[in-house]
Structures are given as C-alpha cells and as structure tokens.
C-alpha cells in the first residue's frame, strides 16, 4: 500500500516488463493479440494503469498462463547442495532453480543472506528490499537452526562451550553470542544461531576440534522448513508465513 493507503497502480506495459515477460513493444504486442487477460475479459491497451493488488496473480492470465506473482513477494526455497547463492559466480546458481524469466524481474529478487554452496535447506528469497533488511536487522534476533553431521563424535563439552558466549573463532576478536544445542547422537547435532557470521557453524566445531561434513537449516524464526518442499522446489509465502519468521504462530 503507499503512504495515503490507496493501492498501488501500473501501466500494464511496465508491470508486466518489470516481471521478466518480456520488452514494452513485446508486451503490446501480447496485448494487441488479446493475450492478457484480466478477470475473464481481454486487456487491448498496454498503457492502461492496472491496480497492483495481493489477488491480482489469481485474476490475471498472460499467454494462457496465470500471472506470476507481482512485486513484493517472498519465496521459501530448498536449497540443494552445489547451488551457489550467486548472480555472478560459476557452476549452478541458485537463481537458476527459478523460472528465466523470474530472473529478469525489477525490482530483483535477493536471496536472503546467503547459505554456503556445500549447506543445503531453507532460504528466503525477496525482491522487497525492506522486508529483507528486516529479517538480517540485529535486533531482530531471527534465529536460523542447523541440523549438523560430524566427522568425529563429540566429546560432551560442546554444548556448554557454544551457550558460554566466549567462544572465538580463529582470526576474529569478538566472542560469539550464544548457540543453543541440541545432540541428536555422537555425530549429530541441532545449532540455533542468533548472528550469522562467516562459515559460522563450520568454524565453531572447528573451534572445538572437529569437522563439519553434513550442514542443513530446517528453520529461519518461527518458520520451519516444509516436509513437502522438496530440494530445488520453491513456494510463495503468504502473510502467516512471512509472520512465521518474526516468531508468529508457525504457517
């Protein structure tokens, strides 16, 4: 909604330009052809100003098509192992897992905060700039859990170690805030991070003499990652599960 609380409105060649469908000239020519279509009759004008509503995916089709979801939306994605958080650098890219023309969206979707190309699980992608500063802001304290696998048993003493808030890792000078643990087995275990550092997790076992060969986020906040969203898939989030990540009841 803007400032005065009306909603939104976009010419429908920029909207649709903006969401990756393709140039202004292409976009009149998909309307000139009565390929866009809103509620049920055919949009011949590429200039009209459309308003920009949460249901407008639900009411639009574009070449037979539904809409893809207009600006402001959030994604949650299972990140596979081997995919790079990256626009730029080489081998399969995490922005490769989404439609092409997703990729030509303005605004840009961001991923929010990043996962390491060898950690696997939930990760937030965004093209509301706001929202994402929001989830990554300090004082927010959005918590994110690591299900982690060790190359050795543990010793006994990690848990206290992590919860000490006095732990440093190599090259830094500032102690760690405090982890909470939960040991699955002599070599697994559960982290719940309240910062996020580089290579954290890996480093902090390192810290205390062992290695990370498994690394996997199942929750970021209150949101936990789906059962049913298999690596690679991806799904919108709806208000309950943005709210999910602020500590609000789970969606």
């Known amino acids: ?34 390929l866009v279509v809103l509620d049920g009759a055919a949009l011949r004008d590429s200039d009209q100003r459309i308003p920009v509503t ?21 994604l949650m994605l299972h990140k596979p192992l081997g995919v790079t958080c990256s626009h730029k650098e080489a081998g399969p890219l995490v922005y490769g897992l989404l439609p092409d023309r997703w990729r030509r969206r303005d605004p840009a979707l961001s991923t929010v905060g990043r996962l390491d190309k060898e ?9 509301d700039g706001a929202l994402l500063h929001r989830i990554i802001a300090p004082k927010s304290n959005v918590a994110k859990r690591y299900q982690v696998t060790l190359d050795r048993p543990l010793k006994g003493n990690e ?3 992590f919860a000490s808030g006095t732990l440093m890792l190599e090259g830094e000078d500032k102690p760690l805030l405090p982890v ?6 002599e070599t697994r ?4 991070l309240h910062e996020g550092r580089y290579h954290q997790v890996r480093r902090m076992f390192a810290a205390v003499g062992n290695h990370v060969v498994g690394l996997h986020r199942d929750r970021i906040g209150g949101l936990d990652l789906p059962a049913d969203l298999e690596a690679g898939a991806y799904r919108v989030m709806d ?3 943005i709210a999910a990540v602020f500590g609000g009841a789970q969606a």
């Open 239 to 241: 208000e309950a599960a």
């Open 119 to 127: 950690t696997s699980g939930l990760l937030l992608l965004t093209d």
């Open 1 to 34: 909604m803007s400032k005065a609380g009306k909603t939104p409105t976009l010419r429908l060649d920029r909207l649709l330009a903006n969401m990756g469908y393709g140039s202004r000239r292409e976009i009149g020519l998909l309307t000139g052809a009565g």
């Open 180 to 185: 909470e643990t939960e040991v699955h087995d």
């Open 54 to 74: 949460p249901d407008l995916a639900q009411r639009m089709m574009v070449d037979g098509a539904p809409l893809d979801p207009p600006p402001g939306v959030t």
């Open 159 to 161: 848990a206290a170690i």
């Open 189 to 192: 275990a559960a982290v719940t």
